[in-house]
């Protein structure tokens, strides 16, 4: 998968982390952490270094112009946290709802950044 595509599920799955989360708190629902919230941290936390990594390297080579390490880093760690928070009711509402959308601004300012880059080379 190239970085674009990885920025572009981890965008899509930010938003399916807002409808669940949306979903946990109207159905009252406690989700069981082996069977459903440990298999898909796992799954999504390889997926978030990969792009974190990809990302990086993107950045380094091609310099764009909106987006730096520090942006990456902060995103990364932000889903990392909020992919999890997502299952749980509890979770403060106001700041997990930012931290998504904070995640979203910064993948599609990357993505952006990607298309414009990618556009410039034909």
């Avoid at 949306?22 to 406690?30: F, G, L, N, Q």
Wanted: proline fraction near 3%; hydrophobic fraction near 35%; charge should be negative.
């Amino acid at each position: 998968m190239t970085v674009r595509e990885l920025s572009s599920v981890l965008y899509d799955e930010c938003g399916k982390c807002l409808d669940r989360f949306y979903d946990m708190r109207e159905r009252d629902a406690v989700p069981d952490f082996y069977e459903d919230v440990k298999p898909y941290a796992d799954y999504w936390h390889d997926f978030i270094n990969e792009w974190q990594k990809e990302s990086l390297l993107y950045i380094q080579q091609e310099r764009p112009k909106y987006v730096h390490k520090p942006q990456i880093d902060t995103a990364a760690e932000g889903m990392a946290q909020f992919f999890v928070q997502s299952f749980y009711k509890e979770t403060s509402k106001k700041r997990f709802v930012q931290s998504i959308q904070s995640a979203q601004y910064t993948l599609q300012t990357f993505i952006n950044a990607i298309d414009e880059r990618a556009g410039s080379h034909d």
